[in-house]
């Protein structure tokens, strides 16, 4: 391709609208134009990046055995009411009303779809397993569209779903989605994790989110220095160190503390490190007051404590201090364990603690010594806290970090939650009916290319990974008058399309100065030059985007050597 010909509207100037690296740099790069918020139109290069990672994700799933085929966008409400999630989706899905009064909405995901069409065409186990995808446009009307691609409300989706006959089945398919997803994300030449994920209701460890490592990432992540590990902050966990033997256990002493209600004020008063004092939080659990324990420096993980009690996070909140006051008859700051009536939920650490500090539920005042068991016992003791750089692995007993991620893909054991909804069923071995078994698997595929560019860019553009750069050479020509250099160049660039390696010929009649700094926005991983020291010395620059190195070559030794360059950048994992 020729720049000249091409639409490459690129900007000198950050679009102040911009917070993000890659929603600066795909808009600066001409890749990406706003129609409307969080709508965005794909520009050739842009289109070519996407292009490039669906390739990836269609022969990773075609590998593993699943097949490809697209589903409407628009979908009936009907459907939606008989899972239940008309209700429960919420203003993300965008509804309307067609002109036969029909209720539909714009497809965020298809479950509902795909299901409907397996209750209505696979009946007998005969016919399974069955693992389908697509890759198709998601509207989901995000409350805050932004960064780019990186949330939009409208993006592109690989979506999967599988059905399986057996548990066994369906956890060897979620397997080898797992093993597609490494494949995919190393194939893409992106630094990721993937980790345990929360699931909820549904239980057991099938689920997990693939995260691109990026300082801007929007999640927490915790990964193990050493081993494996990798989780985020709903699902994480961490070794609990033995109990240390415990001290004598000192008597209750009531301390004045006045005025003195936040850890911090009351641990710097009492001359104690928050480690040796529990806090006391009042949640409100489907509008109930309930009671949450805590070392004084820990932080409540609110999935964590939702699934304690069984309940959705949407219908969990902090109490306010009315409601505190009203559940407990003690001002919020000075609350305890002791003599309280509401439920009491505790975190595994306080069985590690002794004779610490609490609120004394009177108020402007502290008891000191209190303990577990010999004082108050909760209801339930179990993991509910956030996960700190402090803590161990579980696995390996080495350091935790804390590091942040972007999620490009997650994969999901559904098991029947929608076959039985949906009454989606086929007959087993021995003629009995049976609920389909489930998975779900995503990749955002328009997200993956932001992901990319958060974690490799720097301050004069992208750096693309050679798999999923829009061009994988661009070829400068410096001097379009000069008759030598561009038939020099015309004719390196007709050798290399011809060995199949993809080049944009920078034709155009511009400074060199300004050809450097279109090809370094770009983020086109070889750049060639052809120009003074071609005319002088018979010479043409190779010079790596990422590493900054350069190799002078005969034009002879050129293409040979930039196709061996980008057939190793191109080989797939084993
Ligand atoms: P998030 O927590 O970021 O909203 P999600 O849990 O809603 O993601 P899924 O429903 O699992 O996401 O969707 C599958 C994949 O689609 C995600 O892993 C992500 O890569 C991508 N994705 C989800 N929402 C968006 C969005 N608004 N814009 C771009 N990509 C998205
Ligand atoms: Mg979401």
Same mark, same amino acid.
């Given at each position: ?105 714009? !497809? ?21 397993? =069955? ?87 929007? *999640? ?126 505790? *975190? ?18 502290? =008891? ?22 402090? /803590? ?23 098991g029947t939650k929608y076959s039985e909804a949906l009454k989606a069923s086929f007959l087993d071995n021995q003629g009995m009916e049976q609920p389909f078994i489930m ?42 008058? /000069? ?12 050798? =290399? !399309?011809?060995? !199949? ?5 920078? *034709? ?67």
């Open positions: 391709m020729r720049f000249s010909q091409l639409l490459i509207p690129t900007l000198k100037e950050t679009p102040s609208e911009a917070e993000v690296a890659s929603h600066q740099l795909l808009l600066r790069a001409g890749f990406i134009r706003k129609l409307s918020s969080g709508i965005y139109s794909y520009l050739p290069l842009g289109l070519a990046t996407i292009r490039k990672v669906e390739r990836i994700v269609r022969e990773e799933m075609n590998r593993a055995g699943a097949q490809e085929l697209l589903l409407p966008m628009v979908q009936p409400g009907d459907l939606w009411k008989e899972s239940g999630r008309w209700e429960k989706y919420g203003p993300e899905l965008l509804r309307f009303t067609d002109r036969h009064a029909r209720e539909s909405c714009l !497809g965020p995901t298809h479950e509902e779809v795909i299901t409907d069409l397996i209750r209505l065409n696979v009946h007998s186990y005969k016919e399974l397993p =069955l693992n389908l995808y697509q890759i198709q446009t998601k509207f989901r009307d995000e409350i805050r569209p932004r960064f780019g691609l990186m949330r939009g409300r409208e993006f592109i989706m690989k979506d999967g779903y599988s059905f399986d006959a057996t548990e066994d089945g369906a956890d060897a398919t979620y397997r080898k989605m797992h093993e597609a997803y490494h494949r995919i994300f190393s194939r893409c030449g992106l630094a990721f994790r993937a980790v345990e994920a929360d699931t909820g209701t549904i239980g057991g460890s099938f689920s997990h989110e693939f995260m691109v490592l990026a300082d801007t990432g929007e *999640d927490t992540i915790v990964i193990c220095k050493e081993c494996e590990y990798a989780a985020n902050m709903e699902k994480a966990r961490c070794k609990t160190p033995t109990a240390p033997t415990p001290p004598p256990l000192l008597a209750l002493e009531k301390i004045e503390t006045p005025g003195k209600k936040k850890v911090a004020a009351v641990t710097e008063f009492l001359k104690i490190s928050p480690k040796e004092l529990v806090k006391t939080l009042v949640y409100m659990v489907e509008e109930k007051p309930v009671a949450v324990l805590l070392r004084g420096d820990h932080e409540v993980q609110t999935v964590k404590l939702a699934n304690a009690l069984g309940v959705n996070t949407d219908n969990l909140r902090l109490a306010d201090d009315k409601e505190i006051f009203d559940s407990t008859g003690t001002p919020s700051g000075y609350l305890g364990p002791i003599g309280l009536t509401i439920p009491v939920l505790a *975190d595994n650490e306080l069985t590690r603690m002794h004779n610490f500090a609490i609120g004394a539920n009177e108020k402007n005042f502290h =008891l000191l010594n209190a303990n577990l068991n010999r004082d108050f016992t909760p209801q339930i003791i179990t993991d509910l806290r956030q996960i700190t750089s402090e /803590d161990r692995c579980p696995l390996c007993g080495s350091n935790l970090e804390l590091t942040r991620g972007i999620e490009v893909g997650h994969i999901f054991k559904l998975g779900c698997y995503g990749i955002g595929v328009s997200r993956t290319v932001a992901a990319a560019i958060e974690q490799n860019h720097d301050k004069d553009g992208i750096i693309f990974p050679l798999p999923i750069a829009p061009f994988q050479v661009i070829l400068l020509n410096l001097s379009p008058k /000069d008759e030598a250099i561009t038939s020099a160049a015309n004719e390196l660039y007709s050798q =290399l !399309g011809k060995a !199949g390696i993809e080049v944009l010929l920078d *034709d155009r009649d511009e400074r060199p100065g300004s050809k450097f700094k279109d090809a370094d926005l770009l983020g086109i991983p070889y750049r060639v030059m052809v120009g003074k020291s071609f005319s002088e010395k018979g010479l043409v620059e190779i010079r790596d985007r990422a590493t900054g190195t350069t190799l002078n070559l005969p034009l002879a030794e050129t293409g040979p050597k930039l196709v061996g360059l980008v057939r190793e950048a191109l080989v797939a994992p084993q």
